[in-house]
T-cell receptor, first 111, second 112 residues
Framework: QKEVEQDPGPLSVPEGAIVSLNCTYSNSAFQYFMWYRQYSRKGPELLMYTYSSGNKEDGRFTAQVDKSSKYISLFIRDSQPSDSATYLC???????????FGAGTTVTVRA | EAQVTQNPRYLITVTGKKLTVTCSQNMNHEYMSWYRQDPGLGLRQIYYSMNVEVTDKGDVPEGYKVSRKEKRNFPLILESPSPNQTSLYFCASSPMMNQPQHFGDGTRLSIL
């Protein structure tokens, strides 16, 4: 079993829809949870960074962490064609630099 | 501009011909790391370095070498490349343990 499971999609939605992405993980020591966005032919760029359980909102993006269920979510409201990318969840423990990545979900927002 | 720079961006080569992929960061970050990205497998860590002259294996180190002689540079060396090392490679850096990692734009290696 992989340490981080993420549905690879692909996911195709119309412009303006809410995009819901999620990951599950097995390591209960994970304390920091990141979402990266990766455009084609580019490196991953940090989108959201949260600590422990709870919600964090940044503009149209909301990250949720439920440590009791080992479940991580990212919501994109009012999705735009420019949101078309691969989204990677990446949790880590508090005492290690190492990121454990999900396989990534490819999202296409249709104009 | 703060960035992680990898070179080359694309390389096609043959089995057994030694190659080096360079990585340089201008942010004075302590930590640097190499990943490979393969379809369905996500990003897997190859090697990492917590500071100058301090390196350690990640999850998939076989067939790779690294060195960290200066803080800003962290080259990835394939002494005898094989076709199963055909992949997309990323270098990343981070200032401190619980700060996010910044990634380069990747190097696509094809080994024939």
């Amino acid at each position: 079993q992989k340490e981080v499971e993420q549905d690879p999609g692909p996911l195709s939605v119309p412009e303006g829809a809410i995009v819901s992405l999620n990951c599950t993980y097995s390591n209960s020591a994970f304390q920091y949870f990141m979402w990266y966005r990766q455009y084609s032919r580019k490196g991953p760029e940090l989108l959201m960074y949260t600590y422990s359980s709870g919600n964090k909102e940044d503009g149209r993006f909301t990250a949720q962490v439920d440590k009791s269920s080992k479940y991580i979510s990212l919501f994109i409201r009012d999705s735009q064609p420019s949101d078309s990318a691969t989204y990677l969840c990446a949790p880590k423990t508090a005492n290690d630099y190492k990121l454990s990545f999900g396989a990534g979900t490819t999202v296409t927002v249709r104009a | 501009e703060a960035q992680v720079t990898q070179n080359p961006r694309y390389l096609i080569t043959v089995t057994g011909k030694k190659l080096t992929v360079t990585c340089s960061q201008n942010m004075n970050h302590e930590y640097m790391s190499w990943y490979r990205q393969d379809p369905g497998l996500g990003l897997r860590q190859i090697y990492y370095s917590m500071n100058v002259e301090v390196t350690d294996k990640g999850d998939v180190p076989e067939g790779y070498k690294v060195s960290r002689k200066e803080k800003r540079n962290f080259p990835l060396i394939l002494e005898s490349p094989s076709p199963n090392q055909t992949s997309l490679y990323f270098c990343a850096s981070s200032p401190m343990m619980n700060q996010p990692q910044h990634f380069g734009d990747g190097t696509r290696l094809s080994i024939l």
